[in-house]
Structure formats: structure tokens, C-alpha cells
């Protein structure tokens, strides 16, 4: 697989984990929702990595930017889920899945070279993220989609996501380089899980995991893993802006499921940023 199908498989599993993150943000609150999230990830991949003995090579002058991975892939979903919580999701996932305007420059900067063919696919991928943003429908709930603040954090908080996920992506793939994949995500569920659980103990603020939510929140944190390592595999290498890009594209797969599953308006200039979208994946991936 080429980098841009590793991205392509990161942004089904983002887009599948982020659809069941409207419903647990919802149900549960931002914050319980994540801290649900963290702990599948820490638990699976602590009995993953005990039971295969996989080595974690500690190396202080790489810790710093392995801890800002597993800060930064913690917060930038709290917020994410903040922005599904008070609008669409035709709205919110479109504007965070912009991340690789951020990304791809700093790409380049350290050594990628996308060719000409590249670039206007990637330009494609990013014209369609925006297309679908501003062509947005209303959210469903008719309580949320009467107050026009709802609306406007929700863009604020996608924004702010992005930019967070850009960090998040970006020190996870250098750590990779010193730790491995597995480990990266290993290390950054834990520091993530445990980073939270202080945050809300010193804001007295008591977890909320009810039974009957496990079993989503067991789903949705195996595949926010697998989209992160997807991602890590993908953007070892000169073609790591492709996969960066092609990633952008889990937008697609939550307002897909939006309007399949929540019955949310898409209109015809929106269908065509989502095949501006497909297209500029299927020419990286090509």
C-alpha cells in the first residue's frame, strides 16, 4: 500500500470513530466520551504490547515530542467532540478534516517533494473540504439549529480542532521514527487517558461511563487506533504529505454517515465537494 491508501484507511477509521463520538459526546458529555476512548486504547494496546513483548526504546532527547503527540491526540478530539456537540456534522467534520493545509507545508519543509500531479490532487481534496463546509445543512435537532451560537462554536471548536489534530499528527510521526508506530500510539493512549482523568479530577469533575455505553465506546476507541497507526504507517517516507491529505478525507465518511443514518441535508454542491474529495484521493492513491 502507497502512502495515500494508508491515509485513505486512517480516514475511514477516523471517519467511523468520529461518527460514534456525535452519539457518545452527545450521550455522555466531551469529556466522558474521550476519557472512555483513552482507556480502550490504553487497555488494548497495553495488552497488546505486555503480550508481545513489544519494547518501548525510551530516548530523552525524542520524549518531549512524544508527550506533545500524546497531549495534542487527546485534546484536539475533546474539542472536536465539543464541535459535533452543538452543530451538524456536515459542518464540524468538514472544517477539522482541513488539517492538511497545516500539515503539508511543514511536510515539504522537511524534505517532501509532491510532484505537480500531487499538488492539484491534494488542492482538489482540500477545495472539496471546503466546498462541503460552507454547503452545510442545518443540524437535525431543531433545539440545537434555533440558537446561531451553537452554530458559530461549533466552527470555532473544528477550527481550533485542526489545527490541534496538525499537531497531533505531525509529533506523532516523528516520534514514530524513534519509537515505532505501535509504541507512539501505546504511549500517547496512556499519557492521554491519564492527562484527562487529572484534568477532570482537579476540575472535580466525576467520570460518567455508564454500562450500556461500553460496547460503543469499545468500538470506537479499537478504531481511533487503527486510524492512528493507519496514519503513522503511511507518513513514514517521501509521499507522507499524500497520506496526510488522503487522512482529510474521514470528513466524507461522517457526513456520508450523517445523512444515511441522521437523515442530514445534503445538497448537490455538497455531493460535489465530497467527489472533489474521492477524486483527489483516488489521483493520490493513484
Request: with cysteine; aromatic share 10%; glycine share 10%.
Amino acid at each position: 500500500m502507497n502512502a495515500a491508501l494508508w491515509g485513505a484507511a486512517a480516514a475511514l477509521f477516523f471517519g467511523l470513530a468520529d461518527f460514534l463520538g456525535r452519539f457518545t459526546g452527545r450521550a455522555l458529555g466531551p469529556r466522558n466520551a474521550l476519557l472512555g476512548l483513552m482507556l480502550v486504547g490504553a487497555v488494548l494496546l497495553s495488552l497488546y504490547g505486555v503480550g508481545s513483548g513489544l519494547p518501548v526504546p525510551w530516548r530523552a532527547e525524542t520524549l518531549p515530542v512524544l508527550l506533545v503527540a500524546g497531549v495534542a491526540s487527546m485534546v484536539a478530539p475533546l474539542v472536536f467532540y465539543k464541535a459535533l456537540t452543538l452543530g451538524p456534522l456536515s459542518l464540524a467534520a468538514p472544517i477539522t478534516a482541513a488539517y492538511p493545509a497545516l500539515i503539508v507545508p511543514v511536510e515539504v519543509a522537511f524534505g517532501a517533494r509532491p510532484g505537480v500531479l500531487d499538488w492539484v490532487a491534494m488542492a482538489a481534496t482540500l477545495l472539496g473540504t471546503v466546498v462541503v463546509a460552507r454547503t452545510a445543512g442545518e443540524d437535525p435537532d431543531a433545539a440545537l439549529a434555533a440558537d446561531r451560537t451553537n452554530r458559530r462554536t461549533s466552527i470555532a471548536c473544528a477550527a481550533l480542532a485542526s489545527a490541534l489534530f496538525a499537531v497531533a499528527l505531525l509529533a506523532g510521526r516523528h516520534a514514530v521514527e524513534a519509537y515505532g508506530e505501535v509504541q507512539t500510539l501505546w504511549v500517547g493512549r496512556v499519557v492521554g487517558f491519564l492527562a484527562l482523568g487529572a484534568a477532570m479530577a482537579a476540575a472535580r469533575v466525576r467520570p460518567l461511563l455508564p454500562v450500556r455505553w461500553w460496547p460503543v465506546l469499545l468500538v470506537q476507541g479499537l478504531v481511533d487506533a487503527l486510524a492512528y497507526l493507519c496514519f503513522y504507517v503511511g507518513s513514514q517516507g517521501e509521499d507522507a504529505s499524500a497520506a496526510a491529505v488522503a487522512s482529510s478525507a474521514f470528513m466524507v465518511v461522517v457526513v456520508l454517515l450523517g445523512w444515511a443514518f441522521l437523515r442530514e441535508r445534503i445538497s448537490p454542491a455538497c455531493w460535489g465537494g465530497i467527489l472533489l474529495v474521492f477524486g483527489g484521493v483516488a489521483a493520490l492513491s493513484g
